[in-house]
């Protein structure tokens, strides 16, 4: 199962007529790498258009928090709704601010101004991560790839280190885990549920994982969560604290749609 998250910023490029396959090469944990990405650097920001960029719910998230929106405002005045044409689930993506240069709306002349909670697809890149669960065990096994594309200008100069430095400078640990979680449930759904989702279904799909401040409300105002066999301390934590309460959404989604505890 790959995580395509990490893939939104692929940009093809096309020789002939015909789109030419991006350079990717795996790299492991101890492995090396060069790379720099700094206003010193001439494509500087470049990566930040030509935009598709999926948002996951650990994204949003933060970077609603970051903004001090609730997550419907956010919601409204950021992204755009789709539908996976592979999983059939609600998929959300960033709405650029110019409809023909596809420019981030938080990029700045200076850098990003999200910076500290940016996306997990912006905080991986130049690499690119895939995911696959054993069906079997239930182990999430990662590989990841350097990826090398022709506007990118990053690696001719810059800081040596390995993967596992760079998944500790990026802060890139925990968007892993709880994209992670959501990966399960896409494989859940794919194995259980062939084909979209119906409208009540989608509904608490968006409600539970992507738009937080409205599933609080929902669980405290119309006991959304009443009959879920739940915690009342893990429950009491979720009301309180974002985190877990998207931990909790993700939990309620498996149990609600996929009669899986």
Not at 60 to 71: F, G, Q
Not at 137 to 166: I, N, P, Y
Request: glycine share 4%; with cysteine.
């Amino acid at each position: 199962m790959l995580n395509c998250h990490a893939m939104n910023s692929i940009r093809y490029t096309f020789k002939g007529g015909h789109a030419v396959e991006p350079d990717l090469t795996p790299i492991s944990l101890q492995e090396s790498f060069c790379f720099s990405c700094s206003p010193e650097v001439p494509c500087f920001n470049e990566c930040c258009r030509d935009l598709n960029q999926f948002l996951t719910p650990y994204d949003i998230l933060r970077l609603k928090n970051h903004l001090r929106l609730s997550s419907g405002q956010f919601l409204r005045k950021y992204t755009s709704w789709h539908t996976g044409p592979e999983s059939g689930l609600p998929i959300v993506t960033l709405k650029p601010n110019d409809p023909h240069k596809l420019t981030c709306p938080f990029v700045t002349d200076t850098g990003c101004r999200v910076y500290e909670n940016r996306p997990s697809s912006c905080r991986t890149y130049p690499l690119m991560r895939a995911a696959t669960r054993s069906r079997t065990t239930g182990e999430m096994t990662a590989q990841f790839m350097v990826l090398r594309e022709s506007h990118c200008l990053g690696f001719k100069e810059g800081k040596t280190r390995t993967l596992r430095q760079w998944i500790d400078e990026q802060g890139l640990a925990v968007y892993n885990e709880n994209n992670d979680q959501l990966m399960q449930i896409i494989s859940l759904k794919n194995r259980l549920i062939p084909g979209p989702l119906d409208i009540t279904s989608s509904h608490l799909f968006n409600t539970a994982l992507y738009d937080l401040d409205n599933f609080r409300s929902q669980i405290q105002k119309n006991g959304l969560l009443d009959n879920f066999p739940i915690n009342s301390r893990i429950m009491d934590a979720a009301l309180k604290d974002d985190v877990a309460l998207l931990d909790l959404g993700m939990k309620w989604i498996k149990w609600v749609l996929f009669d899986q505890n």
